[in-house]
């Protein structure tokens, strides 16, 4: 083994990539449902192989600029993610899930730290536990920067490495239970209190109409039906297409051969008998009146109508709080089928009585002309490129860095965001302002995706692979108990307390409250297993702004931790 340590250290490039690789196949790996993930599994793995290999004599380390970068590429891609959401949660409805956020972060913070001190555990405990307990990998590195910037002060003759070894340390020994905790408080909460979540989502779905979003496979059903008839019924003929619409609302003529014309969908158009006439409608609408214009003819030509598919973001601020049933009565009726909604870049239940927020993201598809005027009323069209601006992820990441560097004293040192911290910002800022323009500089989900899953998982691998060595030297028995306890009641505690205020203070509908608790922790696993425990996509529904704001300061609170434990 010897040998192959020894030829791993000499390329480091590949040994990055094997522990990446090894984490994926590990984080895929799972006991009842339940495993590592992705992430953890690169601790184990990267810090597995250096500590193994120290045994032998070898010491295995990776280049900390590659370190550095992608985990700026990762906190700048979270920026993204959860910027519009972030801004919306400061208001409206959103403000019970932002307070139910922020209680469990601070409350997470305060229990790292608390128990960080009265137990004297070494430094870096506290960001580690936090990380790992709260399952926010990202604060492993805004911990670092507090290192890093010399807030947080090291000890005659401690190094960064061992600090940094000791934040990887804890998270890894935390974030097991703070992943497989969550899940199992998300889902047993309501049973505990003796509340059927299962009932109170039936009940929130029939006076909501909200379907199930987690139905999966491919379905024959199709909300929106375009078809051509041939105008037979005396009673229609004669009518103009402006006088059809008026009598029966429910349809949307979008076509009119005659003979070899096509005379398109004209309000002033006079139908004729012999007329094939392109209808659009819903599909119950389409089978309630059949006959009414006459027989059903393939007329490929009629039915030749540009359809369309796209993102429409909502900003116009007359449709904010206006509930989905209300888009009936507009001229769009019948022509367009809404397929989902993304709120916060996740897909929500949604219903006759969803209520609109400026920044949704509605999938829509249909006619191409009803689109555009769907666009031109809610806010603005998205047919983004799957190329990504790179001109404005490099002004972002400038812009990230310079708000970083900013500082002001404090406590006889320097204080700052640091980089790690400006770059979220900066993704929080340029999302903000790309999602009201959009899209001028578009980074679609795919590469948003590469930019936190690549980033964090390399971030993660190449902090075990350098804290692997030192592990052995750390870690004793009781320095693990005492972490392993610590992250247990700092995972368990906050979600509870959330629980029992959102349950009983703001009377928040129990399934939608197992949502806005996995949300308040930032986890979307809780969410999702919660939703099949109760066969309901209702808890998605108090996801999205929790999820948004305790991503931005459970980042930021690894740095805090790192200065309030000294």
Same mark, same amino acid.
């Given at each position: ?407 002001? #004293?404090?406590? @006889?040192?320097? $204080? /700052?965001?640091?980089?790690? &911290?400006? *770059? %979220?910002?900066?993704?929080?800022? =340029? ?107 209702? #808890?998605?529904? @108090?996801?999205? $702004? /929790?999820?948004?704001?305790? &991503?931005? *300061? %459970?980042?930021?609170?690894?740095? =805090? ?6």
């Amino acid at each position: 083994m010897e040998v192959a340590f020894k030829w791993f250290a000499a390329n480091p490039y590949i040994l990055l990539f094997f522990v990446v690789g090894g984490a994926v196949l590990l984080g895929k790996a799972t006991i009842k449902g339940y495993g590592f993930g992705m992430v953890a599994s690169a601790i184990i793995v990267g810090a597995g192989i250096s500590a193994w290999a120290s045994t032998h004599g070898v010491k295995m380390e990776l280049n900390n600029f590659a370190k550095s970068l992608f985990y700026y590429l990762f906190m700048y891609g979270v920026g993204l993610r959860v910027g519009p959401s972030f801004i919306n949660s400061l208001k409206g409805d959103g403000l019970k899930f932002t307070f139910l956020a922020v209680f469990c972060s601070v409350l997470g913070l305060l229990g790292a730290v608390g128990l960080t001190r009265l137990w004297d555990l070494p430094d870096g405990a506290a960001g580690g536990i936090l990380a790992g307990a709260m399952t926010m990998s990202a604060a492993i590195g805004s911990a670092e920067e507090a290192v890093k910037q010399g807030v947080f002060k090291l000890a005659e003759g401690q190094t960064f490495e061992q600090v940094s070894g000791m934040i990887a340390l804890s998270y890894g020994l935390t974030y097991i239970w703070g992943t497989v905790g969550i899940i199992l408080i998300c889902k047993y909460l309501p049973r505990i209190w003796g509340v059927d979540a299962k009932a109170a989502a039936k009940q929130y779905e029939e006076e909501n109409g909200v379907r199930n979003v987690d139905d999966a496979g491919l379905t024959g059903y199709r909300p929106l039906s375009l078809r051509a008839y041939r105008l037979e019924n005396d009673a229609v003929a004669g009518q103009s297409v402006r006088q059809f619409l008026q009598r029966y609302p429910q349809y949307k003529i979008v076509n009119v051969g005659r003979g070899d014309e096509r005379l398109g969908a004209r309000e002033d158009i006079v139908l004729q008998k012999g007329d094939v006439i392109a209808l659009g409608g819903r599909l119950e609408a389409m089978t309630e009146n059949m006959g009414l214009i006459g027989p059903e003819v393939p007329d490929s030509k009629v039915l030749n109508v540009p359809l369309d598919q796209a993102e429409i973001l909502i900003t116009n601020k007359k449709f904010e709080g206006r509930e989905l049933k209300e888009l009936r009565n507009t001229p769009l009726a019948g022509t367009i089928a809404l397929h989902h909604i993304e709120r916060a870049g996740e897909t929500i239940p949604m219903g006759l009585n969803t209520k609109l927020e400026r920044f949704d993201v509605l999938f829509v598809g249909g006619v191409k002309s009803s689109i555009d005027q769907a666009a031109a009323l809610l806010g603005k069209v998205a047919r983004p490129s799957t190329s990504t601006d790179l001109l404005t992820l490099s002004l972002g990441m400038i812009l990230g860095f310079l708000i970083g560097a900013i500082t002001f #004293p404090l406590a @006889g040192s320097n $204080v /700052g965001l640091g980089n790690a &911290g400006g *770059l %979220l910002v900066s993704g929080v800022i =340029v999302s903000s302002i790309v999602s009201r323009l959009r899209f001028f500089g578009s980074t679609p989900n795919a590469a948003r995706n590469i930019l936190e899953d690549l980033g964090l998982v390399v971030f993660i691998a190449i902090v075990g692979v350098n804290a692997g060595a030192g592990l052995i030297t750390q870690l004793t028995g009781a320095v693990a108990v005492k972490i392993l306890v610590a992250g247990f009641i700092v995972c368990t505690v906050p979600p509870i307390l959330v629980w029992a205020i959102g349950y009983h203070w703001m009377k928040i509908n129990p399934a939608v409250l197992m949502g806005g608790v996995a949300g308040a922790r930032s986890h979307s696993g809780p969410a999702r297993e919660a939703a099949k425990e109760i066969d309901s996509s209702v #808890p998605w529904i @108090g996801f999205p $702004v /929790g999820y948004a704001v305790s &991503g931005v *300061l %459970l980042t930021v609170f690894g740095y =805090v931790a790192m200065v309030m434990s000294k």
